[in-house]
């Protein structure tokens, strides 16, 4: 069968329901059947709220696979950019020295969730006998777009497993970094997680949980038809708080928050905490088949191990009720580890057109793989279960 790559310059121009049946039918091996950030819902809200606009940085350019009678059968989402924010993948390195040595890094292609470090498909191909075929042409396309819009590169982050090996099967070089999610092995309740714990872990998260809600503060979780925009209003306060305290510039709008409420509340959690009548601090995590994602956290009043509370603890409770198998927790973060979260490798797949920066960027990459290998390796054995669950 023969395939047309078309490109997309946003997801107006893309019927949802096509986008989301190559999206939902992508998942592969161990990954959640449901992944929310590359729903039509989700990437769509990026765009019509302008957070992802070529006035942010991120000019959408999705690429798209057809068949002969003009059906979607793949597609990729991927931005235009003209900086490295707001990827979680650093890559600065490279374009300063690409730039002292007298090259152009920027434009570059992003195959991406924009803000969004959460391992998921990238080349939305349904699983069947022409999939690996569908994957070829959209890296092809990618390759393509890449040429005719002269940028230096292609980066495709958070790989699920079979992306990564299409991507590095055609050359790209492969590059790991770490975070850390929660499992669930069956556990009924918070306790029976708490069981499977170091005596002197297990007593840590008590003491934290118990002092968190210290001064009559209480935990609500809001999912559904349940968020209004009130508790958008409140979160989107928080949000900013955190945002500005730590980058200056948060990449997410008001108007997002309202979209992503119309379009996907069924997918959202918001783990909000009150005090004295009003919302102090709360988390946003999206739900999916299998696991919760957690993603942003914001506060308007200190108050020790809240963070914990509302973006750890509190997940993994949800996720026990739920039965969801994981918590993704975001990047980065090695105090998750005495929270009860395992050190998990996460990869992405790099292009670079100019011979010479790719051949330094693969010497690099050699080496900080097998770093981060060494990392995951040490970090695991310090986790804080009990050995061979025996009695401590």
Same mark, same amino acid.
């Given at each position: 069968?023969?395939?047309?790559?078309?490109?997309?310059?946003?997801?107006?121009?893309?019927?949802?329901?096509?986008?989301?049946?190559?999206?939902?039918?992508?998942?592969?091996?161990?990954?959640? =059947?449901?992944? =929310?950030?590359?729903?039509?819902?989700?990437?769509?809200?990026?765009?019509?709220?302008?957070?992802?606009?070529?006035?942010?940085?991120?000019?959408?350019?999705?690429?798209?696979?057809?068949?002969?009678?003009?059906?979607?059968?793949?597609?990729?989402?991927?931005?235009?950019?003209?900086?490295?924010?707001?990827?979680?993948?650093?890559?600065?390195?490279?374009?300063?020295?690409?730039?002292?040595?007298?090259?152009?890094?920027?434009?570059?292609?992003?195959?991406?969730? =924009?803000?969004?470090?959460?391992?998921?498909?990238?080349?939305?191909?349904?699983?069947?006998?022409?999939?690996?075929?569908?994957?070829?042409?959209?890296?092809?396309?990618?390759?393509?777009?890449?040429?005719?819009?002269?940028?230096?590169?292609?980066?495709?982050?958070?790989?699920?497993?079979?992306?990564?090996?299409?991507?590095?099967?055609?050359?790209?070089?492969? #590059?790991?970094?770490?975070?850390?999610?929660?499992?669930?092995?069956?556990?009924?309740?918070?306790?029976?997680?708490?069981?499977?714990?170091?005596?002197?872990?297990?007593?840590?998260?008590?003491?934290?949980? #118990?002092?968190?809600?210290?001064?009559?503060?209480?935990?609500?979780?809001?999912?559904?038809?349940?968020?209004?925009?009130?508790?958008?209003?409140?979160?989107?306060?928080?949000?900013?708080?955190?945002?500005?305290?730590?980058?200056?510039?948060?990449?997410?709008?008001?108007?997002?928050?309202?979209?992503?409420?119309?379009?996907?509340?069924?997918?959202?959690?918001?783990?909000?905490?009150?005090?004295?009548? #009003?919302?102090?601090?709360?988390?946003?995590?999206?739900?999916?088949?299998?696991?919760?994602?957690?993603?942003?956290?914001?506060?308007?009043?200190?108050?020790?191990?809240?963070?914990?509370?509302?973006?750890?603890?509190?997940?993994?409770?949800?996720?026990?009720?739920?039965?969801?198998?994981?918590?993704?927790?975001?990047?980065?973060?090695?105090?998750?580890?005495?929270?009860?979260?395992?050190?998990?490798?996460?990869?992405?797949?790099?292009?670079?057109?100019?011979?010479?920066?790719?051949?330094?960027?693969?010497?690099?990459?050699?080496?900080?793989?097998?770093?981060?290998?060494?990392?995951?390796?040490?970090?695991?054995?310090?986790? =804080?279960?009990?050995?061979?669950?025996?009695?401590?």
């Amino acid at each position: 069968m023969s395939f047309q790559v078309k490109i997309a310059q946003g997801l107006k121009a893309v019927p949802a329901a096509g986008w989301d049946a190559c999206a939902v039918a992508a998942g592969s091996g161990d990954d959640d =059947p449901f992944n =929310p950030f590359v729903s039509h819902a989700f990437l769509s809200a990026l765009e019509d709220s302008g957070c992802v606009a070529p006035e942010t940085g991120w000019m959408p350019v999705h690429a798209l696979v057809e068949d002969r009678t003009g059906r979607l059968v793949g597609a990729a989402p991927c931005y235009l950019k003209s900086h490295s924010m707001g990827e979680y993948v650093f890559d600065h390195s490279w374009a300063d020295a690409y730039t002292r040595a007298g090259g152009r890094y920027y434009p570059k292609l992003q195959v991406a969730v =924009p803000f969004t470090p959460v391992t998921g498909p990238r080349l939305l191909v349904p699983n069947g006998p022409q999939a690996a075929g569908i994957r070829s042409h959209l890296i092809s396309g990618l390759r393509a777009l890449r040429d005719q819009a002269g940028a230096s590169s292609i980066h495709a982050t958070f790989l699920q497993r079979t992306d990564l090996e299409a991507f590095t099967g055609q050359g790209f070089l492969q #590059r790991d970094d770490q975070q850390f999610h929660w499992f669930n092995e069956g556990y009924g309740s918070f306790e029976d997680f708490l069981e499977a714990l170091a005596s002197r872990k297990r007593k840590a998260i008590r003491r934290e949980r #118990r002092d968190a809600l210290a001064d009559g503060i209480a935990i609500e979780w809001v999912t559904g038809g349940d968020i209004t925009e009130a508790h958008w209003d409140a979160f989107f306060a928080f949000y900013m708080d955190t945002g500005s305290r730590k980058w200056g510039r948060p990449y997410l709008n008001r108007q997002f928050f309202s979209l992503i409420g119309e379009r996907m509340a069924e997918r959202i959690l918001l783990v909000m905490a009150k005090r004295e009548g #009003r919302y102090i601090a709360g988390a946003i995590n999206f739900i999916g088949e299998r696991r919760l994602y957690g993603r942003n956290w914001g506060c308007i009043e200190e108050h020790p191990f809240l963070h914990f509370e509302v973006c750890y603890y509190q997940a993994i409770e949800f996720a026990i009720a739920r039965g969801l198998d994981r918590v993704e927790a975001g990047a980065q973060g090695e105090h998750k580890l005495a929270r009860g979260y395992r050190p998990v490798i996460t990869s992405s797949a790099h292009d670079l057109a100019d011979p010479s920066l790719r051949r330094a960027v693969q010497a690099y990459l050699e080496q900080e793989r097998l770093y981060v290998a060494e990392a995951n390796d040490e970090l695991t054995e310090a986790a =804080p279960f009990r050995r061979n669950r025996d009695k401590d």
